[in-house]
């Protein structure tokens, strides 16, 4: 099955900086979504993006499909960026979503 | 998203105990999926379900069974808990229509067996 790493696993700024979290898949995909997982569990829809690049916000997002990644801008990251950001993927042959092993953000004042 | 939701929110049990786990749609999709978070990892696939007739294992089905009452309704049991199935369990939903299955996720129930 399609295989999902993302990095850095954890990942420590100060607010105000920015940073880039990236997720690497092993083949061909369909569908390519961003997830936040705020401290209390709740799973946030950030991007769903199989290819191109989007904004909202602070946030943005580009998935290079033919080299099999993608990756997450947070600009001016704030305390409340805080929490685990998983990056997950469908293969061609549609079903599950395939979940990478998540970045861990953690934002100081 | 709040056009998903499921009950309860958080739940303790006893090991051998029958639970449910609920989750009610009202975004009128036809897809829906029960999945499992452990501690410091990603979703994990129980089941899922196309339409009413329609129901599939994931990667974990072993020990859960579901049932799919209507298009908006899909329920996740456990019939017999045991402790290893304390996690943080999700159930989604997307879209028939929509090519890519972009999936939306409900708030979550925390299942603690002990």
């Known amino acids: 099955g399609i295989q999902v790493e993302q990095s850095p696993p954890d990942l420590i700024l100060q607010e105000g900086a920015n940073s880039t979290l990236r997720c690497n898949f092993s083949d061909s995909v369909n569908n390519l979504q961003w997830f936040h997982q705020n401290p209390w569990g709740q799973l946030i829809n950030l991007f769903y993006i199989p290819s191109g690049t989007k904004q909202n916000g602070r946030l943005s997002a580009t998935t290079v499909a033919t080299e099999r990644y993608s990756l997450l801008y947070i600009s001016s990251s704030q305390t409340t960026d805080s929490g685990v950001y998983f990056c997950a993927v469908m293969g061609n042959q549609g079903g599950k979503l395939i979940f990478g092993q998540g970045t861990e953000l953690s934002v100081k004042p | 998203d709040a056009d998903v939701t499921q009950t309860p929110r958080n739940r303790i049990t006893k090991t051998g105990k029958r639970i449910m786990l609920e989750c009610s749609q009202t975004k009128g999709h036809d897809r829906m999926y029960w999945y499992r978070q452990d501690p410091g990892l990603g979703l994990r696939l129980i089941y899922y379900?196309?339409?009413?007739?329609?129901?599939n294992k994931g990667e974990i089905s072993d020990g859960y069974s579901v049932s799919r009452q209507a298009q908006a309704k899909f329920s996740l049991s456990l019939e017999s808990a045991i402790p290893n199935q304390t996690a943080l369990y999700f159930c989604?939903?997307?879209?028939?229509?929509?090519?890519?299955?972009?999936?939306?996720f409900g708030p979550g129930t925390r299942l603690t067996v002990l």
């Open positions: 379900s196309f339409d009413v007739k329609d129901i």
């Open positions: 989604a939903t997307s879209d028939l229509l929509d090519q890519h299955n972009e999936q939306f």
